[in-house]
T-cell receptor, first 110, second 113 residues
Framework: SQQGEEDPQALSIQEGENATMNCSYK?????LQWYRQNSGRGLVHLIL?????REKHSGRLRVTLDTSKKSSSLLITASRAADTASYFC??????????FGSGTRLLVRP | NAGVTQTPKFQVLKTGQSMTLQCAQD?????MSWYRQDPGMGLRLIHY???????DQGEVPNGYNVSRSTTEDFPLRLLSAAPSQTSVYFC????????????FGQGTRLTVV
């Protein structure tokens, strides 16, 4: 079964707005990662947050992690049309298996 | 530096045929893995390898074989293709294990008729 589940499944916003995606997972983790996938392409790593971290920033990305609630959120600020993609969270159920959620499809309208 | 290279990009097979999807990385990564992606289901782990000579099963291993004779290559074999194996297949590698950033290939779109 999938470890991470993203919410919402799809999100449509206007350029310049912020986009927030959430991820919930089931078991204890070492860290949580977020990836982006443009249509028809492979996944690209965005950010990794360790289980002992609560918040991490990278450019316009902000990730939070709440291990007590087994949840994480990805915030993209000042969105651009180029941010249109699917976003996935991924967690490790051990050091050997990286398990992905089903993703959030983000559409940023110009 | 090519990263992770998958071949072929597209493939059509008839039911019962076998084939090998190739994956090679030039980053000297120890950990490699194969995923399949179906609409609305995200990525599911098929097999993974923590180093040359070592492989193990993921979430959906049935119908697939892997081997890891070198650090660079991690081929995925479909033994007897079935329509249920129609999917997009992604190979990924990371420096040491699943806890580090994964680098993905561009994918192989496989159709089994």
């Amino acid at each position: 079964s999938q470890q991470g589940e993203e919410d919402p499944q799809a999100l449509s916003i206007q350029e310049g707005e912020n986009a927030t995606m959430n991820c919930s997972y089931k078991t204890s983790i070492n860290n949580l990662q977020w990836y982006r996938q443009n249509s028809g392409r492979g996944l690209v790593h965005l950010i990794l947050i360790r289980s002992n971290e609560r918040e991490k920033h990278s450019g316009r990305l902000r990730v939070t992690l709440d291990t007590s609630k087994k949840s994480s959120s990805l915030l993209i600020t000042a969105s651009r049309a180029a941010d249109t993609a699917s976003y996935f969270c991924a967690t490790d159920d051990s050091s050997y298996k990286l398990i992905f959620g089903s993703g959030t499809r983000l559409l940023v309208r110009p | 530096n090519a990263g992770v290279t998958q071949t072929p990009k597209f493939q059509v097979l008839k039911t019962g045929q076998s084939m090998t999807l190739q994956c090679a990385q030039d980053m000297n990564h120890e950990y490699m893995s194969w995923y399949r992606q179906d609409p609305g289901m995200g990525l599911r782990l098929i097999h993974y390898s923590v180093g040359a000579g070592i492989t193990d099963q993921g979430e959906v291993p049935n119908g697939y074989n892997v081997s890891r004779s070198t650090t660079e290559d991690f081929p995925l074999r479909l033994l007897s293709a079935a329509p249920s194996q129609t999917s997009v297949y992604f190979c990924a590698s990371s420096y040491r294990n699943a806890n580090t950033e994964a680098f993905f290939g561009q994918g192989t779109r496989l159709t089994v008729v």
